[in-house]
């Protein structure tokens, strides 16, 4: 098959890469490679640079999930650095507040932060760089400053309202209007807070002067969240959900994420054998469909509810989903939209390899931050509902159903592919295609990377539209098709935003290679060492 050239050349690399939203980030990350520093100890750096000059698609007052390999054991880890509401917090207490459903850009949609909590205990366990070592890049660019990005820019112009409301956020970044493309931005007050973090470690973010600042906000603003909440807060370990498929193994973080919709989507159609793209399109898209209906009706906490996931994943399961698709579109509204996050991958010399994504879940989070501190805190309680006895419904310690889903593709019992991308429920989307793209149709990360994608579903809080976005680029006739078969087809931009950051490597065991990818939609670089 023929394929466009890529927009950029494949990143090849004979020792370990980082492939991440931002040149600065994944700078970084090499350069920590380069000083001996391991996959985590990467990562880690790269995420801390990421909450500084990315700064409405992450922060240190959000959350952070993981997937990584260890290859001096063989182990596969999953680690939730996802926080949990206030244990004190009611259905009751948001209704009491004029609410019928969750709010968005509000307090009581700010669960426990969990990402710096997830740095401490995932570095703790596989690292070898001290933290503050790791730390010390991110805390000199919040200083000093550093050039804000095309893709920020305009974060920072479509939000200006939003942060406007916040008296910290308007000081910081509206002084002399919203921060142009080329100028430079600096967020001192989020030095401050990393430097108490990197020589105090994560007890002053939990325990300390940071975690009072956060509670103080968030109780001036009618959250229950206490200090109590922020000290009992754990990352969770957990075993990663596993699926073979054709030949390979789809690798993902189990519930509360929503990783395994993904798992569903691809593992119900695998069986088919598609004469062409107008096909597995429309397949595809019924199969997120019906993945996403699952879990919505049955994902939540898993310590508080059984999310059957496990179930869905079977041969019987598939089938059962797969018996539902037919050559007619389904009509069913998409779940909640409107999701930020940033993905990052990394691989280093002795194999290991990290798949991280971290969030403040919408652009900016819920548009607050923590009086002093610079850091913005996130509102994934948005994604809690208000439904009595519904397995996701709000409630005291509990987390919410999450988009963040870091994920891998393995080979004979080895990472093959490290993948991850933004975009609230448009992840498992990206992932779908991403994955078909370079298995299936033979593509290389970059033209994978490239390739013009769709996006079933609404794509913020006040729509409840059952469209298919496609970017422009799409092939006429693959348009034509879905259209045809009843899908309600909306072209957008040739490279949009809303259709995600993704970043990825392949590995080639056979050559002992690396290949990187780098998303053309935002800032992205893979750099290899």
């Known amino acids: 098959m023929s394929f466009p050239h890529p927009t950029r050349g494949v990143a090849r690399s004979t020792r370990a890469m980082v492939a991440s939203p931002h040149a600065l980030a994944s700078q970084i990350g090499v350069d920590v490679l380069r000083r001996g520093g391991n996959a985590i100890d990467a990562a880690i750096a790269a995420n801390a ?96 400053g550093f050039a804000v990005s095309d893709v920020t820019a305009r974060y920072f112009d479509i939000n200006a309202e939003l942060l406007l409301r916040d008296a910290d956020a308007k000081k910081l970044f509206f002084s002399r209007g919203a921060p142009a493309a080329g100028s430079i931005a600096r967020n001192e007050p989020l030095a401050r807070s990393l430097a108490a973090i990197r020589t105090g470690g994560p007890q002053e973010f ?39 498929w054709k030949g390979y193994e789809l690798i993902a973080h189990p519930p509360n994420s929503q990783g395994a919709t993904t798992m569903m989507a691809l593992g119900a159609i695998a069986g088919d054998v598609f004469a062409d793209e107008r096909a597995w399109n429309h397949y595809a898209i019924e199969a997120i469909k019906r993945a996403f209906h699952r879990r919505d009706a049955l994902f939540g906490d898993p310590a508080f509810v059984d999310t059957r996931v496990e179930e869905f ?46 969030s403040l879940y919408m652009n900016f989070g819920s548009g607050i931050m923590a009086e002093g501190t610079g850091i913005f805190l996130h509102n994934r309680g948005a994604y809690f509902n208000t439904l009595d006895g519904h397995p996701n419904a709000f409630g005291g310690g509990k987390r919410p159903v999450h988009t963040l889903s870091p ?95 993704a970043q990825a490597i392949v590995i080639d065991r056979e050559n002992g290679t690396l290949a990187g990818g780098a998303d053309p939609r935002a800032d992205s670089a893979a750099l290899g060492l």
Request: aromatic share 4%; net charge negative; charged share 20%.
């Open 49 to 144: 640079v990421l909450a500084v000059v990315y700064p409405a698609s992450c922060g240190i007052g959000g959350d952070a999930l993981w997937i990584v390999y260890e290859p001096t054991t063989g182990a596969t880890v999953a680690y939730n650095g996802g926080g949990r509401a206030p244990r004190a917090a009611t259905l009751e207490h948001v209704r009491a507040a004029g609410h019928s459903r969750m709010p968005v850009r509000d307090a009581l949609a700010v669960t426990v932060p969990g990402a710096i909590r997830s740095w401490f205990d995932v570095h703790e366990r596989h690292g070898t760089i001290e933290m503050s070592d790791l730390l010390a890049p991110a805390e000199r660019f919040a200083s000093d």
């Open 206 to 244: 939990y325990d300390g002067a940071i975690g009072e600042a956060i509670v103080k906000t968030l109780q001036t603003r009618g959250s229950l969240m206490t200090l109590d909440d922020l000290h009992d807060h754990t990352t969770e370990i957990v075993e990663p959900l596993r699926l073979a």
């Open 313 to 358: 994943l079977t041969p019987a399961g598939l089938r059962t989903m797969r018996a539902s698709i037919d050559d007619r579109a389904l009509h069913a509204q998409s779940p909640l939209g409107d999701g930020d996050t940033i993905a990052l991958v990394v691989v280093d010399e002795d194999g290991r390899s990290v798949s991280l994504i971290q």
């Open 407 to 501: 994920a891998m593709v393995f080979q004979d019992g080895k990472p093959k592919l490290l993948h991850g991308t933004m975009g609230a429920d448009g992840q498992p989307q990206t992932q779908m295609q991403l994955i078909h793209n370079i298995f299936e149709r033979g593509m290389s990360v970059q033209q994978a990377l490239d390739a013009p994608r769709w996006l079933h579903g609404r794509i913020n809080v006040e729509e409840t539209t059952d469209a298919v976005r496609v970017e422009s680029r799409m092939e006429p006739a693959l348009i034509a098709d879905l259209t045809k078969r009843g899908h309600d087809v909306k072209p957008i931009g040739a490279f949009e935003n809303l259709m995600g950051h």
